[in-house]
């Protein structure tokens, strides 16, 4: 009799105990929302939603760094868009000055044209972004990309962010390579020169009432903006390829944010009805077991 009444009480503790677990559980679920939220509550569930939240986590940072370039590459773009009308207006008045019939005097107001529109270039050129950065100093983002001389005080080097898992676009873009030089031929010999040298000689000349020099401004202009223009066509091309690749991202999380909602997300009718079938189950268990727990070997003897 000694070993049945233990063997009774073990198992009816038992029973209790793994009722108000389940209990706790469904309680907990219906808590957080969240069908597991311990590992030991559905171990093969668990890893596969780690696995998607670690593959949700990546796909977010692609879409940070989209977000980051997609800024970068529309202030890029509308700095070039304002320097590709500037140097078509330089090029206007090499053209114009270049007449014979005008004058020294109209020549030397022509130049302070030139020289303004020359330092509003340069303000385009230092151009940073909303995060203080230069837009075009390649890796040297924390300096102006040209002096006050106009002298290109950036680097070469181009970072590559990743934007997708074989995927990565250019954020940075060198100076020397959108503000152009030209290849100038003096006596005979070719030399480079600067794109903010060639608008301080077309000033001078200007100054200087040097017809033969503004003459010679009129082409150097014409590199200038096939440069800029050429910078502006690689924007274009990249902010292709991250508009693309927002796309797919997005695509990408919204099906990924799905599956881990079907697999995680509560049913709450479901885990209801579930949570008062164990209440009741339990509390059912409870008065058993103190009904059964009065009764001794007396209550049979008589």
């Known amino acids: 009799m000694k070993v049945s009444t233990s063997l009774f009480f073990d198992r009816a503790s038992q029973q209790m105990v793994a009722g108000q677990q389940r209990l706790n559980q469904v309680q907990m679920q219906l808590a957080t929302g969240k069908t597991v939220n311990n590992a030991s509550d559905a171990p093969d569930k668990a890893s596969t939603l780690r696995r998607l939240s670690t593959t949700i986590a990546q796909q977010e940072s692609y879409q940070k760094n989209l977000g980051s370039l997609t800024e970068r ?4 773009d509308t700095a070039l868009q304002n320097v590709s009308s500037m140097v078509i207006r330089l090029r206007e008045l090499s053209i114009q000055y270049a007449n014979g019939t005008l004058s020294a005097d109209q020549r030397r107001i022509a130049a302070i044209e030139v020289r303004g529109i020359r330092d509003q270039i340069l303000s385009l050129a230092n151009s940073r972004d909303s995060n203080g950065l230069g ?4 890796s040297r983002v924390t300096h102006d990309a040209f002096n006050a001389n106009g002298e290109y005080q950036g680097d070469q080097t181009s970072n590559d962010v990743p934007v997708g898992d074989s995927r990565a676009v250019s954020n940075r873009r060198t100076g020397s390579d959108v503000f152009v030089s030209v290849i100038r031929n003096e006596g005979g010999t070719e030399k480079a020169v600067g794109f903010f040298k060639v608008i301080d000689d077309m000033a001078a000349a200007l ?18 903006h096939q440069g800029i223009s050429l910078a502006q066509a690689d924007i274009g091309s990249d902010r292709n390829v991250v508009d693309s690749q927002s796309v797919a991202i997005d695509e990408q999380l919204l099906r990924l944010k799905s599956l881990e909602s079907d697999l995680q997300d509560v049913d709450y009718t479901e885990a209801v009805t579930r949570m008062q079938k164990e209440l009741m189950g339990l509390q059912a268990a409870q008065s058993s077991f103190a009904q059964l727990s009065k009764l001794s070997l007396f209550n049979y003897i008589g």
């Open 73 to 76: 590459l529309e202030n890029q």
């Open 135 to 138: 837009l075009f100093n390649g």
């Open 207 to 224: 100054e200087g009432n040097n017809i033969d020099l503004v003459q010679r401004g009129i082409g150097e202009f014409t590199q200038l």
